[in-house]
């Protein structure tokens, strides 16, 4: 569903992706993990259209994002840190992205019940916590019903209540066939969650594998064993 | 006043003096026999109808009336009427067409070194002089209306013009499109009253050399370059209007080497420079409304001991020009727009002074293209500091007793 | 497009400071119309509120709100619209606002109390120079990230054209003053849509002293149908290059 073909990325002199190639298939959970500053924000980003790259190109659907922005209307999107105009209110919020959309599919608002957001509809962004911003976040992300969802860290400051909904919610539209990409580093969280796995340093790809292929390979029960396994091995060979 | 006219007419048949009548239809067909035939006294009534006799020479005392305006036309040749005898009366002719930019200045009609001529109620269109007084006396000049078409000065002459002559009167006349409006030279004790004079080439009023004069509630409006007193002394200039004299060089009122001279109750409103004044002494300006001008006045450093007083000043761009630093006029209980000063005892009179002459007016003398910048954020903020503290234009440029309301003028 | 510019249109009415923005207009206005019985006076504050007010309040305000508006527009870009479309939408809001907060704030007593030629063209010029304005504010800040440096931007190009630009005209005319330079000052004006703007002003407000001089040359040109034309043309593209600069700058931008 999604390819990325030989994605470049500088910001000044710093290469933030340097030859990524990847791609997506209905249907997968994909986890996209690495550590701090690693380039997995910057491919979502780019994914969305929000970062240009400076090279290479992507395909949503077969066809070139660059300068396309309708296929847009099929990501749900939910950004690691949630910014929103300050004086808006929750539901003015919510309200302007369904009239920004437009769209007249039928909104899954399952997430606007299970996190009570009615309660909080006349609050203003500002005066929300973190977690609450989240789960607004994560409200829109699911609201219409996308074919993709991209979702960059989700449950980082969520309470382990709102942390388990997400998740449930997430698991249910896998099975719906949607494709899911999650980015984490947290891998604990996502065990049951996901069936491939993105390793990601210094902005390019180490492994892409698929969970079953992952824990086949190195003997191991826990993915974050298998992957701490799998570094392991690849700094010996660098080592040596 | 026609009537009046018909029963003078009657009577005076009782007074042996005929009444010879020109026309188509008539037992005399041409006005120049009609003069053959006149006797002193006489009166000559000219019907309606088109004259080409060239010029008409008019050299004995008569009454030469024209009904329902008969058409002098010079053809663009002649002078039209030449008028050699004291007491002719002219009333009632359309005289168009005189003889054109030659040396002997064609006229419509010229009165040559004579008194008490009237000419009264005539049209004259389309002439290269319009009335020409050349050493006349105690002649009136009423209610005529003399129109041209001039576009450059060297191609047209004035429309009333008047050479070395005195007692004149120059009443309710409208010229327009002539050289100058009204000429003077040489003329004294003479009174121009209630004329109108737009859109002349140069001059509504030019007006040189003659002393003693009036001008009084004349329009002058529109004129190439205003209205020109030089070389005189004793004008009297009361309740004119000056307007919309626009250009460069071009003033409501000119004033050069004049002394002695009253301008009183005017009213100068869209020129470029209202008034101007060169080497200008001894003028009480008085009572006189400026409004809208692009420079209210400008004295220039060659003026001495006039005395400005009373006077409103509104809506000019600029109150006060001048090219020196030196100030010796009066400048007093004035009413300027631009005054930005309190009165704390309430008595009218603004409690601090007046400075008249910004900073830019300075600048724009000297260097005339910084004019682009008028109005500009800088600008203003340099007129602001100039007038807290005056380094460039001179101190004693100043109305001590500043109006806080304007003159009911 | 027209709900994005009506989301922005209404949040920025809902601004204290272009409330604040348009009753100080207001307030001046009145008052210096209604201090004499000639409308002289109020047109001058007019003049000066066009020509030092506005441009500051529009580049400035622009500026900050389209720093404040990151995260909207970061929100707006994740969802399905173009990038131009948000740009547009942001400039149309805005300068929807800082017009309308013109025209009530100025135009209307202007109207009122001045209701002829040059009424209307302070009108039309001030609804120019507000776009002009926003426009640079749209320039300004797609230049930096930093606010305070966005900013700074904005009031610097401010300060260049209220004060420094004439200052230099000042230099150059007086140092120049012995060549005719008037013509080559004409081209000059076009580089600052403040002078262009007060000139249009100018040979309507001061016709009379235009008319003298050196005036008549700028009246011969700024003054014909040709000139004033040209002069309007020259604004608008004061308002469509620094938009369409900003407007490439922002397609290729990162967030």
Not at chain 2, 11 to 22: K, N, P, R, T, W
Request: glycine residues 6%; hydrophobic residues 45%; neutral net charge.
């Amino acid at each position: 569903m999604i390819e990325i073909k030989n994605i470049y990325k500088k910001f000044g002199k710093l290469e933030v992706l340097n030859d990524v190639n990847l791609s997506f298939k209905k249907g997968e959970c994909i986890a996209l993990i690495g550590p701090n500053g690693c380039g997995k924000t910057t491919l979502i980003k780019s994914i969305l259209g929000m970062v240009i790259p400076s090279k290479g190109d992507i395909l949503f659907n077969e066809k070139s994002i660059l300068k396309e922005f309708k296929y847009r209307e099929q990501i749900g999107y939910m950004p690691q840190i949630g910014r929103y105009p300050d004086y808006m209110t929750v539901g003015q919020i919510i309200e302007m992205i369904k009239k920004i959309r437009n769209s007249d599919q039928v909104l899954d608002e399952d997430l606007v019940h299970a996190f009570q957001l009615e309660k909080i509809v006349d609050k203003q962004m500002r005066t929300l916590s973190g977690g609450t911003t989240q789960k607004v976040s994560a409200t829109l992300a699911f609201l219409f019903n996308p074919e993709v969802l991209i979702l960059d860290e989700p449950t980082a400051g969520l309470d382990p209540l709102a942390s388990e909904i997400l998740k449930e919610k997430i698991i249910k539209e896998k099975e719906k066939g949607k494709l899911i990409l999650i980015t984490s580093h947290l891998l604990s969280e996502l065990d049951d969650l996901i069936t491939q796995i993105i390793y990601m340093q210094d902005g390019t790809v180490h492994f892409h594998q698929s969970i079953a292929g992952l824990l086949e390979s190195t003997n191991e029960q826990k993915i974050s064993k298998a992957i701490a396994k799998i570094l392991k091995n690849k700094s010996n060979e660098q080592n040596h | 006043m026609k009537k009046l006219l018909y029963i003078f007419l009657f009577f005076s048949s009782f007074l042996h003096a005929h009444v010879i009548e020109v026309g188509a239809n008539k037992p005399v067909k041409s006005i120049k026999k009609a003069i053959s035939l006149a006797k002193i006294g006489d009166t000559i009534l000219v019907h309606k109808g088109v004259y080409r006799e060239g010029n008409i020479v008019i050299d004995k005392r008569i009454v030469f009336l024209g009904k329902g305006y008969p058409v002098l036309d010079g053809q663009k040749k002649y002078e039209v009427l030449s008028i050699k005898a004291d007491s002719v009366v002219v009333q009632g002719f359309k005289v168009i067409k005189s003889g054109y930019a030659s040396l002997e200045d064609p006229c419509a009609i010229k009165v040559y070194n004579k008194s008490h001529v009237v000419i009264q109620n005539n049209i004259l269109d389309d002439n290269f002089f319009g009335i020409y007084i050349q050493n006349g006396k105690n002649c009136l000049i009423k209610n005529n209306t003399i129109v041209a078409y001039g576009k450059e000065e060297q191609q047209i002459g004035n429309g009333i013009h008047c050479w070395k002559s005195e007692n004149l009167q120059i009443i309710a006349n409208t010229i327009s499109g002539h050289r100058d409006g009204i000429y003077f030279e040489f003329v004294t004790n003479s009174v121009i009253w209630r004329n109108i004079s737009t859109n002349n080439i140069r001059y509504g009023l030019h007006f040189m050399f003659s002393n003693d004069d009036a001008y009084i509630t004349n329009i002058f409006k529109n004129n190439g370059a205003g209205v020109a007193v030089m070389f005189t002394k004793n004008v009297k200039m009361f309740n004119n209007y000056f307007e919309e004299n626009w250009g460069d060089g071009a003033y409501g009122l000119f004033l050069k080497e004049i002394t002695d001279s009253y301008i009183i109750g005017n009213k100068f409103s869209k020129n470029t420079s209202g008034i101007h004044m060169e080497g200008t002494n001894r003028i009480r300006i008085e009572k006189n409304v400026f409004e809208a001008n692009g420079w209210a006045m400008k004295i220039q450093a060659s003026c001495v001991d006039n005395e400005i007083v009373n006077n409103n000043f509104i809506g000019n761009t600029f109150d006060m020009g001048t090219n020196g630093s030196l100030v010796l006029n009066k400048f007093n209980t004035n009413y300027w727009d631009k005054y930005e000063g309190y009165d704390l005892d309430k008595n009218g009179v603004g409690d601090v002074p007046y400075h008249p002459l910004s900073l830019f007016a300075v600048l724009v003398e000297n260097n005339p293209s910084a004019m682009l910048l008028f109005r500009s954020f800088m600008i203003t903020l340099l007129d602001k500091s100039e007038k807290v503290l005056p380094s460039i234009t001179p101190d004693n440029f100043i109305d001590n007793s500043p109006l806080m309301h304007s003159l009911p003028l | 497009m027209n709900r994005i510019i009506k989301i922005i249109f209404l949040d920025i009415l809902k601004n204290k400071i272009i409330l604040a923005y348009t009753l100080i207009l207001a307030i001046l206005s009145w008052s210096s119309f209604g201090l004499e019985d000639n409308s002289a006076k109020g047109l001058l504050t007019i003049l000066n509120i066009i020509l030092f007010t506005v441009p500051l309040v529009s580049i400035l305000f622009a500026t900050i709100y389209l720093y404040n508006s990151t995260e909207f527009i970061e929100l707006l870009l994740s969802q399905p619209i173009k990038r131009k479309k948000i740009w547009l939408s942001l400039f149309l809001g805005l300068s929807l606002a800082m017009v309308l907060a013109f025209f009530i704030g100025a135009g209307i007593p202007l109207l009122i109390n001045a209701p002829d030629s040059v009424g209307i063209m302070m009108l039309i010029i001030g609804c120019l120079i507000t776009l002009v304005f926003v426009a640079l504010a749209f320039l300004s800040s797609i230049l930096t990230r930093d606010k305070a440096k966005g900013i700074g931007i904005a009031i610097m190009g401010w300060l260049y054209f209220a004060l420094l630009f004439d200052g230099i005209i000042l230099y150059l005319l007086f140092q120049f003053s012995d060549y005719p330079i008037e013509k080559a000052m004409i081209v000059v004006t076009a580089f600052s849509p403040i002078d262009l703007a007060r000139i249009q002003i100018l040979l309507h407000l001061d016709v009379s002293a235009m008319m003298g001089y050196t005036g008549a040359i700028f009246k011969d040109f700024f003054g014909t149908s040709l000139g004033l034309l040209l002069s309007f043309s020259l604004l608008c593209l004061w308002i469509i290059i620094p938009f369409f600069i900003s407007l490439i700058k922002f397609k290729n931008k990162d967030l």
